[in-house]
């Protein structure tokens, strides 16, 4: 006979336990090290591609803004039957009105140009007077206005719109507000000062019986107080073979610096040479085009390479100064865009040939300059 089986029974607690499980294993310090590495590296990889596609969004605004901006230089044109002038200067302190100004109307701003005070005086005081309206009410002021269409959105202003603190921006007054542009109007390779001979031989330039009257060949019928620019006929080298507008850049830590350890030469900070609206003073060249008043050797938009900046060495003088604020320039990588006179945008290298871009920049000096050369 076979003796049953003895099962033997542990205390209750052991019957009813549920299985032991295993809780899984953590990250060690270098594992989770290699994770933080690899991450870091894929960062790395992409940011550039990020950047470089927030820039090529933004050089492509900026194209279309010289896009518009070539457009209403034709709109002006085929309306008025010349170019519009670089600047119209009244009186002793050439007060007066900025091509940015005369363009208000087509580049769909005509709600701000109804508002703009033109002047209707038949005096100097009285054109004075009303100019000077456009720059009344601080922040609220029409010459304060930000205009999309004339900023590039890689120029970087330390602050915009800007208050002045110089005579030089409107004579007077001071403590005006200004916003800026990103973009200058091409004057050519001289300047302000036409009795020692000068005349602009870019596209635009001054007009009107301000203190230095321009040569008589920007006049019509022989009269310094005509507020037209250059007719097309007087652009000999083709409009398609010549600058009308172009980028100026407003951000150079060493030139603010020589402003803020006194330089006399250094007026303002070159963010405050931007102003689109300048209604008159000294500098008003020197913020919607590219020549500048101070010295009988002019320098001027083509004359300094494009994206020149200034250097320590440079030092405290006006031609640092002149070539800095009057430049070409932008904050995109190699160059800068320029709208020609027939609305074709192209992106001057700052490894240009000077003498080609000078060239581009001249309206009669019978150099027909190859588009190939330009790039862009």
Not at 21 to 48: H, W
Not at 200 to 226: C, H, I, Q, T, W
Not at 313 to 327: I, K, L, M, Q, Y
Request: glycine share 12%; net charge negative; hydrophobic share 40%.
């Amino acid at each position: 006979m076979i003796a049953p089986k003895t099962v033997r029974h542990g205390p209750a607690s052991d019957r009813f336990a549920q299985p032991r499980r295993t809780l899984p294993r953590g990250f060690t310090l270098v594992e989770l090290l290699v994770v933080i590495a690899i991450i870091g590296v894929l960062v790395a990889l992409l940011l550039p591609a990020v950047q470089q596609a927030r820039e090529s969004a933004r050089r492509i605004q900026c194209v279309n803004n010289l896009k518009q901006i070539g457009l209403a230089v034709a709109n002006y044109e085929g309306v008025r039957g010349s170019l519009p002038p670089g600047m119209t200067a009244f009186g002793g302190f050439r007060y007066g009105h900025s091509v940015h100004a005369l363009l208000l109307p087509y580049i769909e701003q005509t709600a701000l140009a109804d508002r703009w005070e033109w002047g209707e005086g038949s005096d100097f005081a009285s054109l004075n007077r009303d100019v000077l309206k456009n720059t009344e009410g601080g922040l609220q002021a029409l010459t304060a206005t930000l205009i999309g269409t004339y900023l590039c959105p890689s120029d970087i202003f330390t602050e915009n719109p800007f208050q002045t603190t110089s005579n030089y921006f409107a004579s007077p007054p001071q403590g005006v507000w200004y916003a800026g542009t990103s973009y200058g109007a091409n004057t050519g390779t001289t300047g302000y000062w036409p009795q020692y001979g000068y005349a602009y031989d870019g596209m635009f330039s001054v007009v009107g019986s301000g203190f230095y009257l321009p040569r008589k060949d920007l006049a019509v019928n022989g009269e310094f107080d005509s507020v037209d620019g250059y007719r097309i006929p007087q652009v000999e080298d083709g409009m398609s073979n010549t600058i009308a507008f172009g980028e100026k850049y407003h951000f150079d830590l060493v030139h603010d610096q020589l402003h803020a350890d006194g330089c006399s030469r250094v007026r303002e900070p070159v963010y405050k040479f931007s102003a689109w609206a300048c209604t008159g003073g000294h500098d008003c060249i020197g913020h919607m085009m590219g020549a500048m008043y101070y010295s009988p050797v002019v320098r001027s938009g083509a004359v300094p390479p494009i994206n020149y900046r200034v250097t320590p060495r440079d030092g405290c003088n006006w031609e640092t100064h002149d070539n800095r604020v009057a430049g070409w320039g932008s904050g995109h990588p190699g160059g800068a865009n320029f709208v020609f006179g027939d609305g074709a945008v192209r992106f001057l290298g700052d490894d240009i040939d000077r003498a080609i871009f000078r060239a581009a920049a001249l309206r009669a000096d019978g150099e027909v300059v190859d588009p190939d050369l330009l790039g862009g």
